[in-house]
């Protein structure tokens, strides 16, 4: 089983609307967490920490469930520029690295 | 300030060469990390530096893959004798610790003919 899993998708929304991906984890013991985005042919950059008691930037709202081991990207009102691969990523405390999914790709149309 | 660099942004090399890749990183990070991402596919995690630290190699592929970092410093990526399936953009990112937010470079497209 993968560290981090996600669904690839590709989701297709159109403009306006809302849209929520969701990512799990599998160890219990991790400490950070992340969304990153990701452009086509663009180096990731990171959109939002996701913090326990959740947490809103603008039209995005990060969740994370301990218990269930999953966290969550909600997007309101959705725009074209929201178009992109969203990457949740799970830090495991000390000096490990942060561990990366592999992304779910969002297409947002007119 | 300055983000992450990395250089060259393109290689085209023939199979068999050797390559050598740079990054550096933004000054007074002490983490700095090589991926991988073939086209289409996810991140795929290579070697990590922190500080004075023995790295953490588990990502290498092969033996053909190596890294270096001076300090906390430039970092460069060689990979010997190289095959068409290295063709990828090798990204590199740097953080303050190892646990904080990554900052990725433009990443180098490698491709082998």
């Known amino acids: 089983r993968k560290e981090v899993e996600q669904d690839p998708g590709p989701f297709n929304v159109p403009e306006g609307a809302t849209v929520a991906f969701n990512c799990t984890y599998s160890?219990?013991?991790?400490?950070?967490f992340f969304w990153y985005r990701q452009d086509c042919r663009k180096e990731p950059k990171l959109l939002m920490s996701?913090?326990?008691s959740g947490n809103e930037d603008g039209r995005f709202t990060a969740q994370l469930n301990r218990a269930s081991q999953y966290i969550s990207l909600l997007i309101r009102d959705s725009k074209l520029s929201d178009s992109a691969t969203y990457l949740c990523?799970?830090?495991?405390?000390?000096?490990?690295?942060?561990?990366f999914g592999s992304g779910t790709r969002l297409q947002v149309q007119p | 300030g300055a983000g992450v660099s990395q250089s060259p942004s393109n290689k085209v090399t023939e199979k068999g060469k050797d390559v050598e890749l740079r990054c550096d990183p933004i000054?007074?990070?002490?983490?700095l990390y090589w991926y991988r991402q073939r086209l289409g596919q996810g991140l795929e995690f290579l070697i990590y530096?922190?500080?004075?630290?023995?790295?953490?190699k588990s990502g290498l592929p092969s033996d053909r893959f190596s890294a270096e970092r001076t300090g906390e410093s430039v970092s460069t990526l060689t990979i010997q004798r190289t095959q068409q399936e290295d063709s990828a953009v090798y990204l590199c990112?740097?953080?303050?610790?190892?646990?904080?937010?990554?900052?990725f470079g433009p990443g180098t497209r490698l491709l082998v003919l």
């Open positions: 530096f922190q500080g004075n630290s023995a790295p953490d």
């Open positions: 000054s007074g990070h002490t983490a």
């Open positions: 990112a740097s953080s303050l610790t190892a646990q904080e937010t990554q900052y």
């Open positions: 990523v799970v830090g495991r405390g000390g000096r490990r690295a942060l561990t």
């Open positions: 160890n219990s013991a991790s400490q950070s």
């Open positions: 996701v913090y326990s």
